[in-house]
């Protein structure tokens, strides 16, 4: 533990000063009464971004970085804790009990010594601002997103009926390119996330991290979560990651490392894209399986790595670009590891694959960020041909769609992109990205509105927000 800080909060900061190096009953009970003051604060921070975003800055050890992160975000990790196990219910049919107990007795096994550090710092953190969360919560929030294939497995294992919600999601629209493709000749990639609203409107999260081991990152992310999530990060070493979920997989091994985990890991200690790959082949439970688009900014070198189960596949390019949309790529991965309609370009995942192609093919030579930016934005249906947001269109709007998709309670799901972000070589050098909070489009969603017109969601009532579209802003890590 650091000693001799003090901190007071100015204009939304935590600054620092000095306490002095010798710690005694009435420094431990000043501490107690504000855990801000705590020597493990020291140099952690949070602010207001404009258009709707909030920068958190961790430094220091795993327990350090965690204790910040649950001191500094402790009614923002409270709210959403509420707000997974609704949904974990709802869509898995499980309580937040079950989650807990698999937390503590499945996933706990196969997380490495700095991250139960950090997520032990977080549930300190919560403690000593009052909320009655503990370590297994943290756990169980920060593996949210693998939680519907294990509970899949789960289920077979057990001889249960699944619920029909019980699959892999259907999330985010992404791309990479370089060479030819760029106006620069140079790395852009960019992101979307695709996520009901219920947590999307709450994955305004922009983490500067500076570990003790490790190269500093800088990524979106939600409250007391380890990793992005989502997944869309840039760290000191000029490597860039993100990726979107294979639609309709299934399969996970029990006895793997947690998606979470491999996920920060790759984010914090990947230099190059052999790095990176070998992270997340390193123990892979199939949980939250994905396209991983990668980015080494330095090196001008740009790669997709399909990572099933059973079938990985790296593919990697100096000249060229990647797309992701939900759609798997391997066939033999497609056949043996998801129940994917390949062939049906009605489908979500395949009408925005075949967008995807036609931008890249239009904006050869031109593309940068502000291009990124209006990809995002695209409502363009390459099914229909007619310009019109839907579950279709890469600025997903699930919410409009007379089927909905995946989990996402058909027919009207609340769920779509809720955020974005895009980052070139340049910015990545800088540790630097740009992000919107809400639809890239600009259009608004009224959580009242939407409820009144699909009363079959009332469910979602308690913790439905409504999520602003916000201009694009600039984030970087300093």
């Known amino acids: 533990m650091r000693r001799g800080i003090a901190a007071a909060i100015v204009g939304g900061a935590v600054v620092l000063g000095a306490f002095g190096a010798t710690r005694n009953a009435k420094t431990d009970a000043s501490m107690a009464a504000n855990p801000r003051a705590d020597a493990r604060m020291k140099g952690a921070y949070r602010r207001t971004v404009v258009n709707g975003w909030t920068k958190v800055h961790l430094e220091g050890t795993p327990e350090e970085i965690?204790?910040?992160?649950?001191?500094?975000?402790?009614?923002?990790?409270?709210?959403?804790?509420?707000?997974?196990?609704?949904?974990?219910?709802?869509?898995?049919?499980?309580?937040?009990?079950?989650?807990?107990?698999?937390?503590?007795?499945?996933?706990?096994?196969?997380?490495?010594?700095?991250?139960?550090?950090?997520?032990?710092?977080?549930?300190?953190?919560?403690?000593?601002?009052?909320?009655?969360?503990?370590?297994?919560?943290?756990?169980?929030?920060?593996?949210?997103?693998?939680?519907?294939?294990?509970?899949?497995?789960?289920?077979?294992?057990?001889?249960?009926?699944?619920?029909?919600?019980?699959?892999?999601?259907?999330?985010?629209?992404a791309f990479?390119?370089?060479?030819?493709?760029?106006?620069?000749?140079?790395?852009?990639?960019?992101?979307?996330?695709?996520?009901?609203?219920?947590?999307?409107?709450?994955?305004?999260?922009?983490?500067?991290?500076?570990?003790?081991?490790?190269?500093?990152?800088?990524?979106?992310?939600?409250?007391?979560?380890?990793?992005?999530?989502?997944d869309f990060g840039v760290n000191s070493a000029g490597i860039v990651i993100t990726e979107t979920t294979i639609t309709a997989f299934h399969g996970y091994a029990m006895n793997g490392v947690p998606e979470f985990v491999r996920a920060r890991k790759a984010m914090q200690y990947g230099a190059s894209i052999d790095e990176v790959a070998e992270i997340f082949r390193a123990g892979n439970n199939g949980g939250y399986a994905n396209d991983w688009l990668i980015a080494d900014t330095k090196r001008n070198e740009i790669a997709s790595l399909e990572l099933g189960l059973k079938n990985v596949t790296l593919?990697?390019?100096?000249?060229?670009?990647?797309?992701?949309?939900?759609?798997?790529?391997?066939?033999?991965?497609?056949?043996?590891?998801?129940?994917?309609?390949?062939?049906?370009?009605?489908?979500?995942?395949?009408?925005?694959?075949?967008r995807w192609e036609q931008l890249m093919k239009e904006n050869k030579g031109k593309i940068d960020v502000q291009m990124a930016q209006v990809f995002l934005a695209d409502h363009v249906d390459s099914f229909t041909g007619k310009t019109e947001p839907s579950e279709r269109t890469l600025c997903g709007h699930v919410e409009n769609s007379a089927r909905g998709m995946g989990t996402w309670q058909a027919p009207f799901g609340t769920a779509g992109a809720a955020q974005n972000k895009a980052t070139d070589a340049a910015m990545a050098a800088n540790m630097t990205f740009t992000a919107a909070a809400g639809h890239a489009c600009g259009a608004d969603f009224i959580a009242a509105k939407h409820l009144q017109e699909h009363p079959a969601l009332d469910w979602e009532k308690p913790e439905l927000r409504d999520m602003k579209a916000y201009p694009w802003t600039t984030i970087k890590a300093e």
């Not at 100096?318 to 009605?346: C, H, Q, R």
Request: charged content about 25%; hydrophobic content about 40%; some cysteine.
């Open 66 to 173: 965690g204790y910040q992160h649950g001191v500094l975000l402790a009614a923002e990790i409270a709210d959403l804790q509420k707000v997974f196990a609704l949904e974990q219910q709802h869509e898995d049919g499980k309580d937040w009990n079950f989650f807990r107990e698999q937390s503590k007795s499945v996933l706990w096994p196969h997380v490495e010594q700095e991250y139960r550090e950090e997520m032990q710092g977080i549930a300190n953190g919560l403690k000593a601002q009052g909320v009655k969360l503990d370590l297994w919560d943290v756990v169980a929030m920060n593996a949210a997103e693998e939680w519907s294939y294990f509970v899949e497995e789960y289920d077979k294992e057990h001889k249960m009926a699944s619920l029909p919600t019980v699959t892999a999601p259907d999330h985010c629209s």
């Open 176 to 230: 990479v390119a370089t060479g030819s493709y760029t106006k620069d000749g140079r790395v852009v990639i960019a992101h979307n996330n695709w996520t009901n609203y219920l947590d999307g409107a709450r994955w305004t999260m922009a983490f500067d991290i500076a570990p003790a081991k490790g190269y500093r990152i800088l990524m979106d992310g939600l409250p007391g979560v380890i990793h992005s999530a989502d």
């Open 315 to 354: 593919e990697r390019k100096t000249d060229g670009y990647f797309v992701g949309s939900n759609f798997p790529i391997n066939p033999k991965l497609t056949a043996e590891e998801t129940t994917f309609a390949a062939k049906d370009m009605s489908v979500s995942g395949n009408a925005r694959h075949k």
